[in-house]
């Protein structure tokens, strides 16, 4: 029996013992041949890594980021970095953005940028031009939170031969995040920057020859603020201050809000009106319990002379706020609810059940008309046109020639027919369904293009065919006039610090009847168009 056991013991010794060399033999060399995967970072794609849940980093081989509804145009823009990766004469542009946006309206909103800079980088690439452009998708995490991260690898890619990067785009988020990327990508790095999306008034250079330039080396294609408010008010001519009051968002770290609350604040004729109303949000797209807050704000302005309500807030506060205004018993009252660029996606938040109650009880028309300035809208080019042809008429007596129209309406107009013949032809396959009316994909296809002629330029005047990162950012002011960039949203323009002079915007609104968002007419920051030539006169930068 004892011998029994004996031998039982040392057999089950010996089973584990050399389960264990077992398992050792082969976790061993796993250890050592991939030591730098122990404790590193999930890997997502090529240069992107999980951090904090999120896919954060730079690729450009087409990866969409786990966003569906981006899977086409980044899989288009993929092949297009591929097709081009045997020249030698490529410079890299990266789309800087959150890339995995929670809400369907957000995910709708980043395919049609992606779509306008793939669909200008096709363009330039098909150009006599050089160098091509590689398109880079940089994700810095929701609302620009690991920003640090990526403007690192941003770095690295610019000095290397390989990257060639020489310019960083995108940025559709006013906020503090994305003001210290600018600020070190244009600062510190000296990497050249184009705003598309961005209207703050605090991510922008003074033109005040005051010398002081916070972003050297940023450009801008979308009017700031100042300037929106600004065409805004010359477009709807004198409103008196007893008529307008202002809804503001106090919500911290949101420059947008901010920036768009005070440049609303500019002094208006006649007695005090009613003091503003201010709320504070949780979130870009939290409501929190601003619900109530509406409320109260709504009856109180029903209480004033107020019928134009200036909003300084985000696309889904907006559209809470003008269906809780609708839902006040006001006398018969009707408003008109204007607010900012960022609007310009607010469609895609209403239901059909939003758009009958901005068209009133008795469905003849809205009691709450929301009104914005857009960077961009389809029919901008073809209704001003009529506009000026019947003004025309009317002073002349007949019918103006062809050759006498304006080219500030005319070249913008043949650019948006370029443009939709791109996606009526499906250029370089499939990229989604594309809307134009939001402009989104009109403003991002003309920042692209904006930096494919700086680029262009730039190399035109340096020995070599990829210029330096100063060369390319020296350019900007020299795109006026002759060299003036004739986008499918209006003339850009540049000044000495990099804003688009007198760039007009869309007064746009949205239609309850037809639930869209429809083209009311055009307004200019100065007060008239642009000069025929598009030369940016003294005094201005």
Not at 39 to 59: I, K, L, M, T, W
Not at 110 to 138: D, F, H, I, T
């Amino acid at each position: 029996m004892l011998d029994f056991l004996y031998n039982t013991f040392w057999a089950t010794w010996i089973r584990k013992a050399c389960t264990v060399l077992v398992v050792l033999a082969v976790v061993v060399p796993l250890a050592v041949i991939l030591p730098g995967r122990i404790g590193a970072p999930e890997h997502c794609a090529e240069g992107v890594e999980r951090s904090a849940g999120e896919c954060v980093g730079v690729n450009s081989s087409g990866y969409d980021f786990g966003t569906q509804e981006i899977h086409q145009v980044t899989d288009a823009i993929g092949r297009e970095n591929e097709r081009i990766a045997g020249d030698p004469d490529i410079v890299s542009v990266a789309m800087m953005l959150p890339l995995q946006p929670k809400s369907g309206a957000e995910r709708a909103q980043l395919r049609s940028e992606l779509q306008g800079a793939y669909l200008a980088q096709y363009r330039a690439n098909r150009s006599e031009n050089k160098p091509l452009l590689r398109l880079l998708l940089a994700n810095p995490g929701a609302d620009y939170g690991q920003q640090e991260k990526v403007v690192d690898r941003l770095a690295a890619m610019a000095d290397s031969p390989r990257d060639n990067l020489r310019a960083v785009t995108g940025f559709n988020l006013s906020l503090d995040n994305t003001k210290k990327a600018v600020a070190r990508l244009t600062g510190e790095l000296r990497i050249p920057v184009l705003a598309s999306r961005v209207s703050a008034d605090e991510l922008a250079n003074p033109d005040d020859r005051s010398g002081r330039v916070p972003y050297p080396g940023l450009a801008r294609v979308i009017p700031t603020n100042r300037e929106q408010a600004a065409a805004l008010a010359n477009f709807h001519g004198g409103l008196r201050d007893a008529e307008t009051v202002l809804v503001k968002d106090l919500r911290p770290n949101d420059i947008y809000d901010e920036s768009l609350a005070k440049a609303f604040s500019r002094p208006e004729p006649g007695p005090p009106g009613p003091k503003d109303q201010p709320f504070t949000s949780p979130g870009i797209n939290d409501l929190g319990d601003t619900g109530n807050d509406f409320t109260t704000i709504g009856h109180n302005i029903c209480e004033s002379d107020a019928r134009v309500v200036y909003f300084a807030g985000r696309p889904a506060h907006l559209r809470l706020f003008a269906l809780k205004l609708a839902e006040v018993p006001c006398h018969g009252k009707k408003y008109t609810v204007v607010s900012g660029s960022g609007a310009a996606t607010l469609e895609r938040y209403m239901s059909p059940g939003d758009w009958e109650k901005l068209r009133g009880d008795d469905g003849a028309g809205a009691t709450i008309t929301v009104q914005y300035a857009a960077p961009g809208h389809p029919d901008a080019w073809d209704a001003s046109l009529r506009t000026w042809e019947k003004a025309r008429r009317a002073d002349t007596g007949k019918a103006p020639a062809a050759g006498d129209r304006p080219a500030y309406l005319t070249e913008p107009q043949s650019e948006l027919r370029e443009l939709r013949r791109l996606i009526e032809r499906q250029a370089g396959g499939d990229i989604g369904p594309v809307t134009l009316e939001d402009s989104r994909t009109m403003l991002v296809h003309d920042g692209v293009r904006t930096i494919a002629s700086a680029v262009f330029l730039a190399n035109a005047q340096a020995a070599g065919t990829v210029p330096r990162r100063d060369r390319v950012a020296a350019q900007w002011p020299r795109l006026e006039a002759r060299y003036r960039v004739r986008g499918t949203s209006g003339w850009i323009c540049l000044t000495n610090g990099g804003n688009a002079y007198d760039k007009p915007v869309a007064v746009v609104k949205l239609d309850p009847v037809t639930r869209r968002v429809a083209f009311v007419g055009l307004g200019w920051p100065e007060k008239k168009p642009q000069p025929a030539d598009c030369a940016v006169p003294s005094g201005t930068g």
